[in-house]
């Protein structure tokens, strides 16, 4: 009987070196996540006071703090909200609601795939072609802003035509037997159902747009400004630049000030993460369908 | 419907269609733009000084083969690391998981895809670079080797969630077909689910690697900046410089429109069709699997 079960038995402790591996595996991949976060938590937060926050560097960026690069990021995600949410989420209302099955579909379906995944610093060259010298913006929010536009878009589209395919058929179907017009049905019916799929969607191309450094290297950002910035075709700084440049640029800089504007960017970015968890949450916990 | 409101129809329905197509005209856009700056480099650079070993910009030598190698270096190296890690971690949730270990996990993920490079290159350089240098007994801590890790690190995420979303499209019958068969859950993952899931876990991959390929400020700024070519195992553990950090470090101080500026739009012309290449994979090889999964289930 014993000799019945060995083979068994075999696989059994077969499978609990397996299970225990993945596991093993899965740890190796997760503790090193939260251990960075918590490190520059608590390196950064030393660093944090109200004039670190509200004041201009000062001291070749040695001393005072960082304003005008969390003023730059907030502009520079601003900017890219205003051009590519409208675009974005137009785009994913055509392809969801309105693109037939056919070879143009499946040329924009190709187009965005690629959009998606185009190297940041290619974006940069580009911004650099097109907009800073070929429609003469400069150096500018402007033309940085466009260039992230761009880049987010396909985040956007996706997940906007995610939400909106998510929506039941039965929703348009009864819009549609009570004498709606196909807009009215997506404007009234559909876009309000898909709305917190839609949120999400975009605070996620945001904040990686939030983070992003290489496309606006040689599109808008600078590497010092002594005052904010008064106009969008003023180039200026941010934080994800200005990290790079005080870790790589500047000699003797203090630890301290580095760490903290780690965590500072680290809380705007990971902050809008959390935003778009809790909404896309609370929506599946509410949804009807 | 009076024919005001018709207007308004067919005028909001043109500009979501016009939207609609923004993006086949973004991609044509950054090409013609991209050939624009980058071809004519090939007209004053001949291609045989191109395709050469020495990239000394000063000098006018502008072979682009060492940081092609360097970039090939770091990402093979780096897909390598990130794989097992990801590959793993997908199957972990996906198939092994109680639900509350699932609803931890996956935020997790999600804040490392959220983490912006230049982070994880500022942690490469204040942590990992002076580790390694101690741990492995090198010179320099800015190595291929350190900057692989950290590609690696940042590949994973796309792997995991994409493996995912395939593991988790395997019907549920399959699974069940094959433990009643007699199998253990470990022989049914490997032998039914993974299998099923391979054209996925394929996407995934390929993902991974446009992810690590396309990554320039972390690389940047761990991997020591040195144009030279890799040669052997060795360089592994030596300063290498990849296409896309060259670009990012060298074009805010090139003129406009000089060979030097024209040259580092070719590497973004070859970058492009690194990435086009890889998403064309990775399209068509899901593509296939949904074809196929149509077919069983009519």
Same mark, same amino acid.
């Given at each position: 009987?014993?000799s ?6 075999k ?10 591996l993945l ?11 939260l251990?960075l ?11 944090f006071s ?13 001393e005072?703090?960082?304003?005008p ?7 520079l ?6 051009f ?19 070879r143009?579909t499946?040329?924009?379906r190709?187009a965005i ?14 911004g650099?072609g ?8 400069g150096?500018?929010?402007?033309s ?7 880049m987010?878009l396909?985040?956007?589209i996706?997940?906007?035509e995610?939400a909106?395919?998510?929506?039941p058929?039965?929703?348009r179907?009864v819009?549609?037997s009570l004498g709606a ?7 009234k ?5 898909g709305?917190?799929?839609i ?15 290489a ?5 808008g950002?600078?590497f ?8 969008i ?7 994800p630049y200005?990290?790079?440049v ?7 800089m203090p630890i301290?000030?580095?760490y903290?504007?780690?965590l500072?960017l680290?809380i ?12 896309r949450?609370r ?7 | 419907?009076g024919?005001?409101k018709?207007?308004g129809n067919?005028m ?21 733009? /991209? ?8 007209k004053?650079?001949? /291609? ?17 083969l060492?940081?092609?190698f360097?970039t090939?270096?770091v ?5 390598l690391?990130?794989l097992?890690?990801g590959i793993?971690?997908?199957?972990y949730?996906?198939?092994i998981?109680p639900r509350?270990i ?15 490079s ?5 942690i490469?350089?204040?942590?990992i ?12 801590? +800015?190595?291929?080797?350190t ?5 690696? +690190?940042?590949?994973i995420p796309?792997?995991?969630?994409v493996?995912?979303?395939? /593991? ?15 199998a253990?859950?470990?022989?049914t ?5 993974v299998p ?5 876990i394929?996407?995934?991959?390929? +993902?991974?690697?446009?992810?690590? /390929? ?14 030279v070519?890799?040669?052997g195992?060795?360089?592994?553990f030596?300063p290498?410089?990849t ?7 060298e ?6 429109g000089?060979?030097?500026y ?8 070859? +970058?492009?069709?690194?990435?086009l290449v890889?998403?064309?994979?990775a399209?068509a090889?899901?593509?296939k699997q ?9």
């Open positions: 009987m014993s019945l079960n060995e083979p068994r038995r696989t059994k402790i077969i499978e609990s070196l397996g299970f225990t596991r093993l595996i899965t740890l190796i991949t997760v503790i090193p996540i251990g976060v918590a490190y520059i938590i608590l390196k950064g937060a030393p660093a109200w004039q670190f926050l509200t004041a201009a560097p000062t001291d070749g960026m040695r005072g703090g960082i304003l690069a969390i003023i730059g990021t907030l502009y995600t601003l900017g890219t909200a205003l590519s949410v409208p675009l974005g989420v137009a785009a994913g209302i055509y392809i969801a609601e309105y693109a037939q099955d056919n143009w499946r040329l924009i190709i795939i690629n959009l998606a995944g185009i190297p940041s610093v290619v974006y940069g060259l580009f650099l097109l907009f800073v010298l070929f429609l003469k913006f150096t500018s929010i402007l940085a802003s466009l260039t992230l536009s761009i987010t396909p985040v956007i996706s997940t906007t995610e909106l395919r998510s929506v058929n039965s929703f179907v819009s549609t017009t196909r807009w009215q049905t997506i404007w019916v559909i876009l309000p159902q709305l917190p799929g949120i999400t969607g975009v605070i996620l191309g945001l904040e990686r747009a939030a983070g992003e450094t496309p606006i290297l040689f599109t950002a600078t010092f400004l002594p005052e904010l910035p008064k106009s075709m003023d180039s200026t700084m941010a934080l200005h990290i790079f005080i870790s790589t640029q500047v000699p003797g301290k000030i580095q903290g504007t780690v500072v680290l705007f970015v990971l902050g809008m993460n959390l935003v778009a968890t809790i909404i949450s929506a599946r916990a509410k949804r009807q369908w | 419907m024919p005001k018709q207007i067919v909001i329905t043109s500009i979501i269609k016009i939207c609609g197509y923004s993006s086949i005209l973004f991609v044509g856009l950054i090409l013609v733009f /991209l050939l624009k700056e980058g071809l004519p480099a090939l004053d650079v001949p /291609l045989t000084s191109i395709f050469n070993v020495r990239w000394y910009p000063i000098e006018g030598y502008f072979g682009i060492p940081l092609v360097g090939l270096l990402t093979i190296s780096a897909t690391i990130a097992p890690f793993g971690t997908a199957i949730i996906s198939e998981a509350w699932k609803e931890i996990l996956k935020p997790i993920v999600e804040i490392l895809a959220g983490i912006p230049v982070v994880l290159g500022f490469g350089i204040l942590v670079v002076p580790f390694f240098r101690k741990f492995l007994d090198l010179p320099t801590g +800015l190595t291929a080797f900057g692989a890790v950290l590609l690696g +690190l940042i590949a796309t792997i995991v969630s493996a995912e979303d395939a /593991l988790n499209t395997v019907p549920p019958g399959y699974r069940q077909a094959g433990l009643a068969l007699g253990t859950r470990w022989q993952i490997w032998g039914v689910t099923s899931a391979k054209t996925g394929l996407t995934a991959i390929m +993902l991974g690697i446009g992810r690590a /390929l396309g990554e320039t400020m972390a690389v940047m700024m761990v991997t020591g900046n040195a144009p070519m890799p040669s195992l060795n360089a592994l030596e290498v410089r296409m896309t950090a060259t670009i990012a470090s074009m805010g101080e090139v003129a406009t000089s060979q030097h024209q040259v580092l739009f070719l590497i973004g012309i070859f +970058l492009f069709l690194f990435s890889i998403n064309i994979i399209s090889v899901s593509t949904r074809k196929r999964a149509e077919r069983i289930l009519s």
